[in-house]
């Protein structure tokens, strides 16, 4: 697993140091960083458990995500949505896989109503023919935090929520970006922030063994 961590941290700093060259530039470095996540969740033993596999599928889903939103088209990046979205429902079915705590799950998905309605608030103005996507895509990703609470008081390692948690407000920043207010710093705090959820969710699967 720790070839995988490092092959991310390389591409990460490789990212960000060739990030004035252009987007294009830095998506090569983008997909290195990618790679390692799953080159660490196979290390890690995904091939040898339900749960292994999905949050596997999950990283798998996400490393094409990834590569549709190195694009400024508006097609290619509804793609990456869609990738994303899958990928939050294999970490969902993952977390189903490993043990949820249904009161615990239903707790935090009333909780996370709140913040959800927020942010679609504030997004909605610049969604634009997104905005259903959008839409759906927050429902998703608050599932898939929920779960990851009620498994993580059903016994899971604290990788699982940890890793929810920070993809989540990861994506925050990410739809800065695209629809409210561009800015190097939505990939300066983001980009770190969306890596070590996934890295944390490769490790989960080490972890849960």
């Given at each position: 697993?720790?070839?995988?961590?490092?092959?991310?941290?390389?591409?990460?700093?490789?990212?960000?140091?060739?990030?004035?060259?252009?987007?294009?530039?830095?998506?090569?470095?983008?997909?290195?960083?990618?790679?390692?996540?799953?080159?660490?969740?196979?290390?890690?033993?995904?091939?040898?458990?339900?749960?292994?596999?999905?949050?596997?599928?999950?990283?798998?889903?996400?490393?094409?995500?990834?590569?549709f939103l190195i694009s400024n088209n508006a097609r290619i990046f509804l793609m990456g949505v869609g990738a994303f979205l899958l990928a939050h429902a294999a970490y969902?079915?993952?977390?189903?896989?490993?043990?949820?705590?249904?009161?615990?799950?239903?707790?935090?998905?009333?909780?996370?109503?709140?913040?959800?309605?927020?942010?679609?608030?504030?997004?909605?103005?610049?969604?634009?023919?997104?905005?259903?996507?959008?839409?759906?895509?927050?429902?998703?990703?608050?599932?898939?935090?929920?779960?990851?609470?009620?498994?993580?008081?059903?016994?899971?390692?604290?990788?699982?929520?940890?890793?929810?948690?920070?993809?989540?407000?990861?994506?925050?920043?990410?739809?800065?970006?695209?629809?409210?207010?561009?800015?190097?710093?939505?990939?300066?705090?983001?980009?770190?922030?969306?890596y070590a959820a996934q890295l944390a969710l490769a490790f989960s699967i080490f972890a849960a063994q």
């Amino acid at each position: 697993m720790l070839a995988g961590l490092i092959i991310t941290l390389v591409g990460l700093v490789g990212m960000f140091a060739v990030a004035p060259l252009g987007r294009h530039a830095a998506g090569l470095f983008k997909m290195v960083a990618s790679a390692g996540f799953i080159g660490a969740a196979i290390d890690g033993g995904a091939f040898h458990s339900v749960y292994g596999g999905l949050v596997l599928a999950g990283l798998f889903f996400s490393w094409w995500g990834d590569l549709f939103l190195i694009s400024n088209n508006a097609r290619i990046f509804l793609m990456g949505v869609g990738a994303f979205l899958l990928a939050h429902a294999a970490y969902a079915a993952a977390f189903i896989a490993l043990g949820v705590n249904p009161l615990w799950t239903l707790g935090a998905a009333v909780a996370l109503t709140a913040p959800a309605a927020l942010m679609l608030r504030w997004l909605h103005p610049h969604l634009g023919d997104m905005r259903y996507p959008v839409y759906a895509y927050v429902t998703v990703i608050s599932t898939m935090a929920a779960l990851a609470a009620g498994a993580a008081m059903a016994g899971a390692p604290w990788s699982v929520p940890a890793g929810a948690f920070l993809f989540y407000v990861s994506d925050i920043f990410v739809a800065r970006d695209r629809f409210v207010a561009p800015s190097p710093w939505n990939q300066r705090i983001g980009l770190p922030l969306y890596y070590a959820a996934q890295l944390a969710l490769a490790f989960s699967i080490f972890a849960a063994q």
